[in-house]
C-alpha cells in the first residue's frame, strides 16, 4: 500500500518546545499525523501522513456509544551518535493486533504501519528532544467509525498515529513514588478487556486514581477483581516485588496488561540470573513482608516511566514504607541498562533497538 505524505509548509509549522524541563507528559503534538481507513468492502486503504488536525466525526460514530477503541505507547529516542531509535515498536503493533481481535476491530496490516510509524518519525525528528529521560511519544489508535446506534461491531475504522516530545511522566521523575492500595473498585476481571489496551480500561481506574491522588498517592495498586486479594497491576504500569533474593510479579491471567516493558525486566532478570517468577501472591503477603523486612524493593514498569521505584504502600488505611524509602540497587540497574537500550549505548544481544 502505497503511504502518501502531504507535508506543511515550513511557515505553517508550530514552535517546537525549548523548554524540555517544561515537557510534562502527553502536552505538545507535532505538526503532522498518520491516517489509515477501513470499511469492510475496501479492507485498509488511503494510508497517509497528513497536518495534524482535529478528527471529523459524526455525532452517531460508534466508538463514541460503544468504546470501540484500541490504543499503543511507544517512543522514538534522540540518541547514540545523534542516532534515532525505536525500542521493540513490533511488540507493540502486535499487541495493538491482539486488542483488536479482543474488541472485534480488522488487525492493522503491519508492514504498512511499521513503514508509516518510521516515516512519521523521520519527518518529525526535529521534535526529538535531546536531552536525557526525554523521547517522542507515540500514540497509534484505532476508533469504530460507523454512524450507528446499536450494539454490533462497527464496519468502519479510523486508524491514525500522532506524536509529540515528553519528558518523566511522573513530576517525581526518575524517584520514589507512593502508591495505593485499591480494595473498593476494580480494574478488570478474568474473561473481561483487562488484557486489552483500550479506553474503558482506563476510564474504569479513573474514580479510585483521583482518591488515591487526593490522599497524596501517585498511583492505584489494583487487587484481583473477584476475591480482591491477589496483586494485579498499577494504573499505568506492570508490578514487580522483590522478596529476599526472588522477584515476583502478577501472571498474565487475562485481566491486565502484557506489558512491552514487562517483557524486557523479566528475560533481563533471567539473563542476569535474578529468580523471577511469575506467580499469583497476596496483598497480605506483601503487608508482612514490608513489615518484616523480607521485602526489599518494589517496583513498577512500562513505557511511559521505564521502571518506576515506589518507596510506600498504602493498604486498609496504613502506610508501609518499602524497605528504606529509597531506589532499590536492582530498580536502579533495570532503569539504566533498559535507558541506556533505548539510546542506543548499550549492547543488544536481544535485538529489541532499531536504529532508523
Known amino acids: 500500500m502505497e503511504i502518501t505524505v502531504n507535508q506543511l509548509p515550513d511557515d505553517q509549522r508550530k514552535p517546537i518546545p525549548g523548554d524540555v524541563s517544561s ?31 482535529p478528527l471529523s466525526l ?11 477503541e484500541a490504543f499503543e505507547g511507544l517512543k522514538a529516542y534522540r540518541g547514540k551518535d545523534d542516532g534515532i531509535f525505536m525500542f521493540r515498536y513490533k ?13 472485534v476491530m480488522p488487525t492493522l496490516p503491519l508492514d504498512v504501519v ?9 519527518l518529525e525528528q526535529d521534535w526529538i528532544p535531546r536531552s536525557p529521560g526525554c523521547a517522542l511519544y507515540i500514540r497509534p489508535n ?9 450494539v454490533r461491531p462497527s464496519e468502519s475504522y479510523l486508524f491514525y498515529i500522532i506524536v509529540g516530545p515528553v519528558g518523566a511522566y511522573y513530576p517525581e521523575g526518575f524517584n520514589p513514588i507512593k502508591i495505593f492500595v485499591s480494595d473498593k473498585y476494580v480494574r478488570a476481571v478474568r474473561g473481561g478487556v483487562g488484557d486489552a489496551k483500550t479506553a474503558g480500561n482506563y476510564a474504569a481506574s479513573l474514580l479510585a486514581q483521583m482518591e ?13 477483581g473477584v476475591e480482591r486479594k491477589f496483586i494485579e497491576e498499577v494504573g499505568t504500569m ?3 516485588f522483590k522478596f529476599g533474593d526472588k522477584v515476583l510479579t502478577s501472571p498474565l491471567t487475562g485481566s491486565i496488561l502484557p506489558g512491552i516493558t514487562r517483557d524486557s525486566v523479566i528475560t533481563l532478570l533471567q539473563q542476569w540470573g535474578v529468580k523471577i517468577e511469575e506467580r499469583q501472591f497476596s496483598i497480605d503477603q506483601v503487608v508482612k513482608g514490608l513489615k518484616d523486612g523480607s521485602v526489599t524493593e518494589v517496583f513498577g514498569s512500562g513505557t511511559a516511566a521505564i521502571i518506576s521505584p515506589v518507596k510506600a504502600i498504602s493498604y486498609k488505611g496504613t502506610e508501609y ?7 532499590g540497587p536492582l530498580s536502579q540497574k533495570l532503569y539504566d541498562h533498559i535507558l541506556a537500550l533505548q539510546y542506543g549505548k548499550q549492547d543488544d544481544p536481544n535485538g529489541w533497538v532499531e536504529r532508523l
Open 23 to 53: 515537557l510534562g507528559f502527553g502536552k505538545y503534538f507535532s505538526d503532522h499525523m498518520f491516517m489509515m481507513n477501513y470499511t469492510s468492502d475496501l479492507g485498509w486503504h488511503n494510508a497517509r501522513i497528513e497536518p495534524y488536525a
Open 321 to 327: 514504607k518499602v524497605a528504606d524509602g529509597k531506589t
Open 91 to 103: 511488540d507493540n503493533l502486535a499487541r495493538l493486533n491482539r486488542s483488536c481481535q479482543r474488541l
Open 58 to 68: 459524526d455525532p452517531a460514530s460508534m466508538v463514541l456509544h460503544y468504546g470501540q
Open 114 to 122: 511499521s513503514e508509516a510509524l518510521k516515516k512519521l518519525v523521520l
Open 142 to 150: 484505532i476508533i469504530a467509525v460507523d454512524p450507528f446506534l446499536g
Open 212 to 224: 488515591a491522588k487526593d490522599r497524596g498517592y501517585s498511583q492505584v495498586l489494583w487487587l484481583d
Open 238 to 240: 506492570n508490578i514487580f
